[in-house]
């Protein structure tokens, strides 16, 4: 879960690190009030949960309330990369000196934490990290180590930042850990004219499995329509596990590694997957159902793939799972089934004993994936 970067400033301040003061208001009128109490002078910023706002035009200088008024008028309502503005942050302007970039994220690949940063931030960041990597440091965390005074120092200086930033690096990998973000990022940390540094910008992402313990957050209420797939959000809402692909060949599976092997199988039989959901081990009748309604939902799909080794689940419930979706939804698409394993005998017969015409048994897997491909790719 992606916080909104009024929300990534509370945090900061909440560690003890600078930033500017600022106010969220949803209501032009509301802006010119508290750019008042601000100072007058403020910066408007959109608050969506996307990066790109001030390029989008969604970060505005206003030099006054009745210009903030003004601004916060244009920016709300704004689409910025299909996420609807619904709030704007006030912020007290700051005179900028430099700007850094710095961020702590999960690198999955190297099983390892990583502090990235560098003394060239601000809006072109990915530019500069294309073009020129060798601007980019980007140091390893053990993160049974943590950030201590002199991993601090060693980020700052392998990135050409002022010792000052050191303090901001070890305060921000407390946010990391403490609030089970897999990424904080600020860019730009700002020194200001009078040799402050600031965090002007912040993103935080909060593992989604410790949600639960970062409730203040409460729900995502911008997540927005245009963001992931729709049937994802569907599945997700009905307890599935479904991931939108780009091929024909809908799948699904029990279990993780049985989904990804039947990815494989089908790959290697010509034809891309378009989806996989896992039904999981014990999966009832009813996942079954639910999950072929998302599975044809996708119109990308030209054939499904139900892959299914008995264990916990039986292959007779899945087999009346597949009977009980054909009442609800109107099949148009053929669909293949392999089912082994735990009551694969009676599975079988109660599909057989259905009869539909675009449902086919194939008995192995390799059999059933070469089917399902010729299905999808005729
Ligand atoms: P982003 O484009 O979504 O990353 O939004 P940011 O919050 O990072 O703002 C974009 C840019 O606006 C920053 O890189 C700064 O250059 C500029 N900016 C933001 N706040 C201030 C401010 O208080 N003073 C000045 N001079 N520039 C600011
Ligand atoms: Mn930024």
Known sequence: MDLYEHQARELFKGYGIAVPDAAVVDHPREA????????GRVVVKAQVKTG???KAGGVKLAADPAAAEITARQILGMDIKGHTVRRVMLAQPVDIQDEFYVSYVLDR???TFLA???????MDIEEVAATRPE?????????????????????????????EAGDVLRRLWQVLVREDALLVEVNPLVRTVKGTVL?????????????FRQARWGETPDVPKAEGDPLEAAARARGLNYVKLDGEVGII???????MSTLDVVAGRGARPANFLDIG??????VMADGLDVILSDPDVRAVLVNVFGGITACDAVAEGIVQALESVHLTKPLVVRLDGNNAARGRAVLDARAHPLVEQVTTMDGAAARAAQLATR
């Open 116 to 122: 990235i940063a560098s003394a060239e931030g601000g």
């Open 52 to 54: 790109g706002r001030g």
């Open 199 to 211: 965090a002007l910008d912040g993103k935080v992402t909060i593992d989604d499995n410790a949600v």
């Open 32 to 39: 010119r009030h508290a750019a008042e109490l601000l100072g």
């Open 253 to 259: 599976g029990n279990g993780a590694g049985l989904v």
């Open 281 to 286: 081990g014990g999966a009832s009748a009813q």
């Open 109 to 111: 690949a190297a099983g």
């Open 135 to 163: 601007a980019v440091a980007r140091i390893p965390v053990d993160p049974a180590e943590g950030v201590t005074e002199a991993k601090a120092a060693e980020i700052a200086a392998a990135a050409g930042l002022p010792p």
